[in-house]
Each structure stands twice: as structure tokens, then as C-alpha cells.
T-cell receptor, first 117, second 113 residues
Framework: AQKVTQAQTEISVVEKEDVTLDCVYETRDTTYYLFWYKQPPSGELVFLIRRNSFDEQNEISGRYSWNFQKSTSSFNFTITASQVVDSAVYFCALSEAGWGSQGNLIFGKGTKLSVKP | DAGVIQSPRHEVTEMGQEVTLRCKPISGHDYLFWYRQTMMRGLELLIYFNNNVPIDDSGMPEDRFSAKMPNASFSTLKIQPSEPRDSAVYFC???????????FGDGTRLSIL
């Protein structure tokens, strides 16, 4: 069965601190995709990154970085030098791509990040 | 390019009324998804379409919910009759093929009194 677990319900940090959001997934497929979305207080869902199961290279985009480890079924997200504008709910999601898979997104419950000035 | 467009942004109505939510996907996207977001249950997939055909509606909570996609640029999600427990934010999303990212509309915040 496919499942995404974001164990951290809420995290609070002070501006300029680094913070890591954890994501653990379960799937039987060998081919799959992992995603992160951001939902700021205004409510929209913003796509951040997609990673396929064959690419374990870490990704860096400005202050954002992602660490994908198949050995631990994890796809963690780190924000370096956090800013107040990073305050949002962050969702990790999984899409299976094996034979017969529908390609739906399975979302975790989300982690609410609050960055205090 | 315009993103996914949903209307209305907010809807407040009384229990028992019919509610229709609308969505215009991004042009060229083959897939369209309807989600519901609540505090208790998080983001739930209700139904999705591929090339205007419903593929999986197993997430539709009950017969009061129905969705249509009459053409590639328009979809509706209808609730009839509405109940207070249907209060939630409803999102529409679309994507092209190839497991590309889904792009979400701004959502419709629905309140059933």
C-alpha cells in the first residue's frame, strides 16, 4: 500500500535558523515520483519539487534543499536560514508509476512551519 | 499562461441547497483532479479525469457528490443536497501526462450552514 508520513505536525523556529521537514514514504513500486508542495496562509498549493525514484541526487534551489534516500524511504526538505515568508504548511506527496498505477498523488498530512522574527 | 481557475472563491449556503463548484484547467493538461481539504482528514482525492473521462471516483464520499467534465476546458463538482459536514476547501488541479506535477487552483472555501 502507498503511504506518506510526515511525523512533524508543527515546527516553530526563529528566523535564520535552519529547519528540516521529514517525509517517509511507503510503496511497492520500483518506479515512483516524490513531490513537495507549499501551502502559505493564503491557502493556495504551490509546487516546489518533483523527484523520480531513479534519481537520488540531492537538489538545491536557493535556500531550499532536498535529500532523497531510497535506503530509508525518505525525502526530507531543508530550509536554510529560514525567513518569516517560509511560514506555511508543507506537504510531501507520492505518485506511483509502475504497471497499473493510476498516477494519483498521495499526500502526507503536512507539517506546519512557523518562522518567528 | 493562466493557471487553474476555480470559481467561486467562497461559497456560503444553507443546508439542503445545491452547490456547484467550477474549474478551468490549464490548457493542454490531460488530467484534472478534484480534492477536498479539511483539518480532520487533510487533502483527499475525490475524483480525477483523463481526457475528460472519469477514471477513479472512489474518493467521492457519497451519491450527493457528482462531477462532470463536458470538455477539456471545464469541469464541475456538484453537491446536492449539501450538508454542514461538506464544509471544506475544494481544490481543482490539472497536469499534463508523464507524471508531471499537478498545478492547483486557489480553491473554493465552502461553508454549509
Amino acid at each position: 500500500a502507498q503511504k506518506v508520513t510526515q511525523a512533524q505536525t508543527e515546527i516553530s523556529v526563529v528566523e535564520k535558523e535552519d529547519v528540516t521537514l521529514d517525509c517517509v514514504y511507503e510503496t511497492r513500486d520500483t518506479t515512483y515520483y516524490l513531490f513537495w508542495y507549499k501551502q502559505p496562509p493564503s491557502g493556495e498549493l504551490v509546487f516546489l519539487i518533483r523527484r523520480n525514484s531513479f534519481d537520488e541526487q540531492n537538489e538545491i534551489s536557493g535556500r531550499y534543499s532536498w535529500n532523497f534516500q531510497k535506503s530509508t524511504s525518505s525525502f526530507n526538505f531543508t530550509i536554510t536560514a529560514s525567513q518569516v515568508v517560509d511560514s506555511a504548511v508543507y506537504f510531501c506527496a507520492l505518485s506511483e508509476a509502475g504497471w497499473g498505477s493510476q498516477g494519483n498523488l498521495i499526500f502526507g498530512k503536512g507539517t506546519k512551519l512557523s518562522v518567528k522574527p | 499562461d493562466a493557471g487553474v481557475i476555480q470559481s467561486p472563491r467562497h461559497e456560503v449556503t444553507e443546508m439542503g441547497q445545491e452547490v456547484t463548484l467550477r474549474c478551468k484547467p490549464i490548457s493542454g493538461h490531460d488530467y484534472l483532479f478534484w480534492y477536498r481539504q479539511t483539518m480532520m482528514r487533510g487533502l483527499e482525492l475525490l475524483i480525477y479525469f483523463n481526457n475528460n473521462v472519469p477514471i477513479d471516483d472512489s474518493g467521492m464520499p457519497e451519491d450527493r457528490f457528482s462531477a462532470k467534465m463536458p470538455n477539456a476546458s471545464f469541469s464541475t463538482l456538484k453537491i446536492q443536497p449539501s450538508e454542514p459536514r461538506d464544509s471544506a476547501v475544494y481544490f481543482c488541479a490539472s497536469r499534463p501526462g508523464g507524471h508531471q506535477p499537478q498545478h492547483f487552483g486557489d480553491g473554493t472555501r465552502l461553508s454549509i450552514l
